[in-house]
T-cell receptor, first 111, second 114 residues
Framework: EDKVVQSPLSLVVHEGDTVTLNCSYEVTNFRSLLWYKQEKKAPTFLFMLTSSGIEKKSGRLSSILDKKELFSILNITATQTGDSAIYLCAAAYNAGNMLTFGGGTRLMVKP | NAGVTQTPKFQVLKTGQSMTLQCAQDMNHEYMSWYRQDPGMGLRLIHYSVGAGITDQGEVPNGYNVSRSTTEDFPLRLLSAAPSQTSVYFC?????????????FGPGTRLTVT
């Protein structure tokens, strides 16, 4: 059965802290791993990772994929209250036509 | 560009009623998909389409029908609504071809079935 598991389920930190979110996956014919941020509405795209060991960065956010161990992490440094959201990871497979999402990590950043 | 649009934003149905959730995109994307999101869960794929006239099932297709007569539109039909279909429904699209699997999501439709 194809599955994606995220941990922790939820996290409460203070502004300025660094957080690491985890995503493990097990899908057939894996293509890529995607990270999304979801605030009150639709998910918005953060990163897509296809190759192992190559870090992608965007400001205070970074992510890396390990295709041998089948996991990815999303790091957020110097967190801000605006980072409060649900973070979703998804594995793309079946020629990229299907995405299986994890259950998400709910991050709350307190002032 | 409006991107991906969905109507209605909210809907309440009684058990057994049918309805169609509308989704349209103006980005000329060939690939479109429907997801449902239940509380505390990630998104689950209902149906997807790789182009006009082509549809396929996702993880949770039962109780839903789709069709794709144009590139722009991808409606989702609930044939006989059940309380288990209470959820938030998201439509998404992306270009086909290449290796970019980023999907653009619509704002969602919150459906309650009583």
């Amino acid at each position: 059965e194809d599955k994606v598991v995220q941990s922790p389920l939820s996290l409460v930190v203070h502004e300025g802290d660094t957080v690491t979110l985890n995503c493990s996956y097990e899908v057939t014919n894996f293509r890529s791993l995607l990270w999304y941020k979801q605030e009150k509405k639709a998910p918005t795209f953060l990163f897509m990772l296809t190759s192992s060991g190559i870090e992608k960065k965007s400001g205070r956010l970074s992510s890396i994929l390990d295709k041998k161990e089948l996991f990815s992490i999303l790091n957020i440094t110097a967190t801000q209250t605006g980072d409060s959201a649900i973070y979703l990871c998804a594995a793309a497979y079946n020629a990229g036509n299907m995405l299986t999402f994890g259950g998400g990590t709910r991050l709350m950043v307190k002032p | 560009n409006a991107g991906v649009t969905q109507t209605p934003k909210f809907q309440v149905l009684k058990t057994g009623q049918s309805m169609t959730l509308q989704c349209a995109q103006d980005m000329n994307h060939e690939y479109m998909s429907w997801y449902r999101q239940d509380p505390g869960m990630g998104l689950r794929l209902i149906h997807y389409s790789v182009g006009a006239g082509i549809t396929d099932q996702g993880e949770v297709p039962n109780g839903y029908n789709v069709s794709r007569s144009t590139t722009e539109d991808f409606p989702l039909r609930l044939l006989s609504a059940a309380p288990s279909q209470t959820s938030v429904y998201f439509c998404a699209s992306r270009p086909s071809g290449g290796a970019n699997y980023e999907q653009y999501f619509g704002p969602g439709t919150r459906l309650t079935v009583t």
